[in-house]
């Protein structure tokens, strides 16, 4: 069946020929989407780093693939305030927690596809807090690189006590 415009004409579907660069704009499409599919992954997976049930929603931020990850260039990237500190670090200690079937039972298994995923897709796979003293409530960042540098992933509040 042919799709049609809201006049009712043809829609044409154009692809990117093989071969061919994509542009900024097709990469942070490109990276929309995925953050949406690990938000998809991870809908009713409960935030591992928090104290009560909140849960993530998906993030872009474009950072150059020349910068080098640090909390400073986090903090740029995700616009973090400059009263908040950004603790960074690799994400192995959350999915290690995270996928551990003892503690999370049937949750520890979305939590491997989310990993998985990840992993394949991502470099650099991260996560931060914005942190700034007498604050209970934190931002948080699951994410990771995409081949343009942009941060990609899942974000969320904790609260920290």
Partial sequence: MERKSKKGLPKKRTAT?????????SNSALAARLSKALSALAKDLPNPADESSDYFQPFVAPLPSSSELSPETIKQALKVGASYRIDWSSADGLFSNATDEDNWGDIALGFR?????????????????????????????????????????????????
Avoid: H
């Fill in 17 to 25: 020929p093989r071969g061919a660069k994509l542009t900024s704009n």
């Fill in 113 to 161: 596809l989310l990993e998985k995923v990840m992993r394949a897709s991502l470099s650099e796979i991260s996560v931060a807090f914005a942190r700034r003293e007498g604050l209970a409530r934190v931002r948080m960042w699951l994410f990771g690189r995409a081949e343009d540098g942009t941060l990609v992933g899942l974000r969320a509040m904790t609260t920290e006590t």
